[in-house]
């Protein structure tokens, strides 16, 4: 699955403002997994190069879309398609800084 929203500041600031909506709690502030509500598992630190779930754009939508676990469920109800490329957009920026 090819990414087709551009990584421009305007679809990183949307993501952005979903991911503090909606991920920061448990994905903490800068994605490290220090959120708030974290309560069994430990989610993984969204800014290393390790991805447990395939690390191409089309699969960190899929991650987002339909969830990985009863850890992190999907999102598919929550958000429109754009809103979770959007989402994509923004993670992979944490993980440049
Ligand atoms: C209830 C806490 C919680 C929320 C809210 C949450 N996540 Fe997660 N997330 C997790 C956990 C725990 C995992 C690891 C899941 C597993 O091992 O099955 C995970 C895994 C992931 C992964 C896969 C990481 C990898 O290494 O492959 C991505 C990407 C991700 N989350 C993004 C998001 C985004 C974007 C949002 C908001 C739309 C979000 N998460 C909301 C807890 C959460």
Redesign the pocket.
């Known amino acids: 699955m090819k990414n087709p929203v551009a990584a421009a500041p305007g679809s990183l600031a949307a993501g952005k403002r979903?991911?503090q909506r909606?991920?920061e709690?448990?994905?903490g502030p800068e994605g490290h997994g220090d959120?708030t509500?974290?309560?069994?598992?430990?989610?993984?630190d969204?800014t290393d190069a390790?991805?447990?779930?395939?690390s191409t754009d089309g699969?960190?939508f899929a991650?987002?879309h339909d969830g990985?676990?009863p850890?992190?469920?999907g999102?598919k109800e929550r958000?429109t398609d754009t809103e979770?490329w959007n989402?994509?957009n923004y993670?992979r920026s944490l993980a440049s800084k």
């Open positions: 979903s991911y909606l991920c709690k448990c994905h959120g509500a974290v309560t069994e598992k430990q989610p993984p969204l390790t991805w447990e779930f395939g699969e960190l991650a987002v990985t676990s850890d992190m469920e999102y958000m979770i989402v994509v993670v």
